[in-house]
């Protein structure tokens, strides 16, 4: 099992940038796969997860209007679409997946068993 995240940066306040998480070695028909940060001095927190059996998504509220989480099954690639972006975005963002429902795997990951991938660093700063 192998997840490759990547699309990570360098950007301005309020700009914007799309994270991908590239899977192999399992389907995502199968499984619930999400985003995950973790800032500086900062303990990781879930910030989107998707399942791929039906769609439903999960997002943090801090997130909600500005993170958009979405799945191409065929490609087995999950994507992490990032608008307004604020400084305290700036975290080492995860991929990372598990056989459980979207909600548990951003909110429980740390009580379950979850697949993770190598972070993708975001930097938000003028």
């Known amino acids: 099992v192998q997840l490759q995240a990547s699309g990570g940066g360098l950007v301005q306040p309020g700009g914007s940038l799309r994270l991908s998480c590239a899977v192999s070695?399992?389907?995502?028909?199968?499984?619930?796969i999400g985003w995950f940060r973790q800032g500086p001095g900062r303990e990781r927190e879930g910030v989107s997860c998707?399942?791929?059996?039906?769609?439903?998504?999960y997002i943090a509220d801090s997130e909600k209007g500005r993170f958009t989480i979405s799945r191409d099954n065929a490609k087995n690639t999950v994507y992490l679409q990032m608008t307004s972006l604020k400084p305290e975005d700036t975290a080492v963002y995860y991929c990372a997946t598990g056989l459980v429902s979207p909600l548990i795997l951003c909110n429980s990951y740390h009580d379950i068993h979850v697949y993770w991938g190598q972070g993708t660093e975001v930097t938000v700063s003028s």
């Open positions: 070695g399992f389907s995502l028909d199968y499984n619930a």
């Open positions: 998707i399942s791929s059996i039906d769609g439903t998504t």
